[in-house]
């Protein structure tokens, strides 16, 4: 499937490994700053905290600079209206973006994606800084720890692509499926004169979003990039990819995921790869480094289960491939960092096909959320040093499994935490669970 996908084609200096927060957020200011017709953003949210006010402050004085300059932002429009867990009251994003375009003379594009009619649903999870002739490509959002602007960061991938075709293929799918539709709605409307999408528009939309794709000249030879975009399981090219780069490997697989949760036909795809005798490096994050983990000593809600649910997920993976883990196919790598978090995704394969995504390969994202990605096919392994020297960056702050065992139990977890997890064994939730976290 892989060799007979077409791609964008790309010179061997087309693309650019950043490596920190700080650098992305350096450079996506740069490139606002620099912009000549256009800057498209697309990215679960962007928040009302000093580095998103300092990235919507740098779009709204290019939009000054130069009112011809077509800006966009797109968010997930549930996240945008509500305010962080566990924060009562109107307190969303959007009331940050309506007062700064109620102010601007030159206003700009903040438009919220519904892709279902509740959150946990489903959310617009489309990753993509498309500023002129470039991508830059991270699963990362829009916030202070996103973009290490304090003291705590939150680690990512960051590629920047040098393409004027693939700018351009993404700038049109977002305007073609996106801002183009009726259940798009702007987050800068005055209340007063506030207009929704309603329930059938938002119902429907999901059915629009699922034939979404990007159109490109492409090429089936050399270096090249496909962007890809799924929602749902049918017809998901995006899924049928990462499946893909598991089947069709021939050696060797590095697997970047934040949350170990995978559905049971990537399962049944790495294990089949293991039995053949080949290798999988997998790096995830210590349950510690999850966005949603909860220190003893601090006030527990519900929410901090998340982290031990992902991490028994993880034992009992590892605990079925433990042969694979003894003989040195299988290394699991987990990242922890102080109080930093991890939120990595991708796969590359055999050194010469990497997929640099948003995707968190779990049950939500195969089915639930809005998904992209761009697969890179280096036949002549022009990059195969740039990555080898991010996959030794990521690696850092990791440390090797050797044995399942290694991984907490039930028992040791603290008080709040086994109530939860026993009482989700006792109504036998797990199974519906895994299908939307």
Known sequence: ML??????????????????????????????????????????????????????????????NNPALDIKVLVDFHRARRGLIGHKGDSGNYLMYRKVIEAAEHPIEILGVPVKSREFMGVLHLKGFIVDDAVIFSGASINNIYLHQEEKYRFDRYHVIESAELARSMRDMIQTYLVDDVA??????????????????????????????????????????TPLVGLGRKKNILNKVIVALVEESADALFICTPYFNPPYILVRALAKHLRQGKKIDIVVGDKTANDFYIPPEEAFSTIGALPYMYEQSLRKFAKRQQWAIDNGQLNIHLWKDGRNSFHLKGISADGKRHLITGSNLNPRAWALDLENGLLLQDDNESWKEQFEAEQTHILQHTERLYHYSQIETLHNYPEPVRKIMTRIKRLRADFLLRRIL
């Open 3 to 64: 060799s007979k996908l077409g791609g964008i084609p790309l010179q061997s200096d087309s693309l650019q490994w950043l490596l920190t927060p700080k650098a992305l957020k350096k450079e996506l200011l740069k490139r606002i700053e620099n912009a000549t017709h256009s800057v498209y953003i697309a990215a679960l949210y962007l928040e009302d905290d000093e580095a998103g006010r300092e990235v919507l402050q740098a779009l709204m004085d290019a939009k000054q």
């Open 184 to 225: 798009v709605s702007s987050l800068t409307q005055p209340k007063a004169l506030e207009h929704l999408p309603t329930k059938a528009e938002v119902s429907s939309l999901k059915h629009r979003l699922s034939k979404a794709e990007y159109t490109f000249n492409s090429t089936k030879i050399g270096s090249r990039v």
